[in-house]
């Protein structure tokens, strides 16, 4: 009995990530938000999704707590029906009042995302204690799949509401995709509990103990030098990953010989994240979380370098990749966090070193939208390149920071 509800949970995380997926497909939404309601301005139309993104882990803190005191079920609940609204009233969003966008995709859409993504994959951790990358990797898989899924779906709608008119298909899409969320959470929430308070409880103990891990509650963790190492990484190794989600459909756009298909750099990009985030997920339940971290952070040092060199059909490949180590990140994250603080304040912990994929979203996208605007007014697209060069140099950063951390832990083991 105890299995197959497991089995549920998991089942309802997935089907709940996947209709998520559907807000990171913001680069589908980009040119036509920023042509139509905000005067051609890249970077003030990317705010839109770095706000979702930095609220998204706020979000997570919050209903993290909730979480505990209510229950999961209740705050997935909860959390949908804040993202609906959010995607509804931003339907109505007008040029007259642009600031609106930011509110409702933004701040609304974000916060309803964070109470729904890591209580989810708090609660689907707990029924699998010893699977926790696999699992992780499952669900936030799920989450990159929905942006593979609904991509030619939303392309579609806004071309059929739009009906050739700039700007108008993207805000009445925006209305269906709030009515989706809404439907989706409130039957997913239906399934979402917590184990009993022993289930695993012996071979979860056993394996926080072979790893010299004890259950850090959230005051504990913000002591801790490790905390802040592991939210700085994950701030600096995400950027050209984060980068290239919001831009990538702009970038083939500018491309002659691959115009027309612009839309594969969205399909490339949210696919080839999800399939990362599934196999670096299994990955890391043999190489060890902190090993395969390392080996993300190089590719994701490494690619950023190669925009201004590919082209073409090639470009559609370096997206792919982009995502493919991305979307490996995603995965990796929440299992790092539950092995170092462990289980029990998962929910609550991860929600806080979320606040560096945050910040880092935020400051991304603003650099890209920045230097996407410097290439528009020059009408070179390669004046864009510098933002993938900071990108670059922020995952070598982080680098440096895991092998700190590595060292951190050997340190604390040998004590």
């Known amino acids: 009995m105890a ?11 997935i089907a709940i990530q996947l209709t998520l997926g559907i807000a990171y497909i913001w680069s589908v939404f980009q040119n036509g938000v920023a042509e ?50 959010g995607f509804i009233l931003a339907s109505f969003v007008t040029a007259d009042i642009p600031w609106l966008l930011w509110v409702t995709y933004g701040v609304m859409g974000g916060v309803g995302m964070g109470f729904t993504y890591s209580t989810t994959i708090a609660c689907a951790q707990k029924w699998y204690p010893h699977k926790k ?12 799949f929905g942006g593979v899924i609904f991509t030619p779906i939303v ?42 308070a022993d289930y695993g409880a012996a071979a979860a103990s056993a394996s926080a103990a072979a790893k010299g891990t004890k259950e850090y509650t959230p005051s504990q963790m913000l002591k801790s030098p490790k905390f802040y190492l592991v939210t700085f990484t994950l701030m600096l190794a995400c950027m050209g ?58 590719g994701n040092a490494v690619l950023p370098l190669l925009v201004n060199i590919v082209q073409g059909y090639a470009l559609f490949v370096l997206i792919a990749f982009i995502g493919f180590f991305y979307g490996g990140l995603l995965s990796n994250f929440p299992s790092l966090t539950a092995d170092l603080f462990g289980a029990k304040h998962m929910s609550v912990n991860y929600g806080l070193v979320l606040l560096g994929f945050g910040v880092g979203a935020v400051v991304s996208l603003q650099i890209a939208g920045h230097f996407r605007n410097v290439a528009a007014q020059a009408n070179d697209i390669s004046l864009m390149f510098p933002a993938f060069v900071i990108a670059s140099c922020c995952a070598a950063a982080g680098i440096v920071m895991m092998l700190v951390l590595k060292a951190l832990r050997k340190k604390e083991r040998a004590n």
């Open 3 to 13: 299995k197959k509800q497991g089995l549920l949970v998991v089942f309802s995380a």
């Open 36 to 85: 139509t309601i905000f005067d051609g301005d890249n970077a003030a139309a990317g705010l839109t999704f770095s706000l979702l993104l930095v609220t998204l882990t706020m979000g997570s803190v919050i209903g993290g707590k909730l979480a505990i005191r209510y229950s999961t079920r209740r705050v997935v609940l909860v959390g949908g029906m804040i993202l609906s609204a």
């Open 133 to 144: 990358g696999l699992v992780t990797g499952i669900i936030v898989a799920s989450l990159g």
């Open 155 to 196: 392309e579609n709608l806004i071309v059929v509401f739009g009906k050739n008119e700039a700007g108008v298909g993207e805000f009445k899409t925006f209305f269906v995709l709030g009515i989706v969320f809404l439907v989706v959470c409130s039957i997913g929430s239906i399934f979402m509990v917590n184990p009993p």
């Open 241 to 298: 990953g984060q980068m290239m989600m919001g831009f990538a459909k702009p970038l083939a756009l500018e491309d002659e010989a691959i115009a027309a298909y612009a839309a594969v750099g969205v399909l490339a990009i949210t696919l080839f994240n999800s399939v990362g985030r599934l196999f670096w997920g299994m990955m890391s339940d043999k190489l060890g979380r902190k090993n395969t971290i390392l080996i993300l952070l190089a």
